[in-house]
């Protein structure tokens, strides 16, 4: 089946700092989503992605549909202690079905 | 009103026991789904309905059986479980089956379930 590669796993940084992460496929997509899941919750949609190059903010989140369809990152700039969680890239191709990353769990030290 | 409710929050159940997960929305959406979610793990599509119609079953075990009553609930029964079956189990609907926004899914909280 499609597979996401999505890194860093996970990640350590101090409030204030940047954010980078993303995933990549063999595969091309149609589709790229990010959500976050705080714990104990459902996951929650941050981004949707729908065009090769599409460049997109969310407040202090940016993320992008990489131009080869098969990659996508996500930017947190300025961390805050409630950026804590885990991010999971999400992408769709032709059969309706979404496929999920593994996740990166961020920590945020205040 | 553009939020998906689950109840119950939490579940503790035997492995003879039966029991229900329900899950609701109000959002008009056309397609709801149920996943279930391993500790520190991705979701894990289990079912899809489509305009209250099953249309993916993710060859889960029939010891998991998914209802459709309305466009606004599902349900997820529950019946001989094994304490494997442990997990978050996660509703979330989107507005349409077919194609974006199809892939806009938006989740419920969970319901936390332990099968003893």
């Known amino acids: 089946g499609q597979q996401l590669n999505q890194s860093p796993q996970s990640m350590f940084i101090q409030e204030g700092e940047d954010v980078s992460m993303n995933c990549t496929s063999s595969s091309i997509f149609n589709t790229w989503l990010w959500y976050k899941q705080d714990p104990g919750e459902g996951p929650v949609l941050l981004i949707a992605l729908y065009k090769a190059g599409e460049l997109t903010s969310n407040g202090r989140l940016t993320a992008q549909f990489g131009i080869t369809r098969k990659d996508s990152f996500l930017n947190i700039s300025a961390s805050i202690p409630s950026d804590v969680g885990i991010y999971f890239c999400?992408?769709?191709?032709?059969?309706?079905?979404?496929?999920f990353g593994k996740g990166t769990l961020l920590t945020v030290n205040p | 009103d553009t939020e998906v409710t689950q109840t119950p929050k939490h579940l503790v159940m035997g492995m003879t026991n039966k029991k229900s997960l329900k899950c609701e929305q109000h959002?008009?959406?056309?397609?709801m789904y149920w996943y279930k979610q391993k500790a520190k793990k991705p979701p894990e599509l289990m079912f899809v309905?489509?305009?209250?119609?099953?249309?993916i079953n993710e060859s889960v075990p029939s010891r998991f059986s998914p209802e459709c009553p309305n466009s606004s609930l599902l349900n997820l029964h529950l019946h001989a479980l094994q304490p494997e079956d442990s997990a978050l189990y996660l509703c979330?609907?989107?507005?349409?089956?077919?194609?974006?926004?199809?892939?806009?899914?938006?989740f419920g909280p969970g319901t936390r379930l332990t099968v003893l």
């Open positions: 959002m008009g959406h056309r397609a």
């Open positions: 999400l992408s769709g191709g032709s059969n309706y079905k979404l496929t």
């Open positions: 309905y489509s305009y209250e119609k099953l249309s």
């Open positions: 979330a609907s989107s507005h349409d089956p077919f194609g974006p926004p199809f892939y806009e899914q938006f």
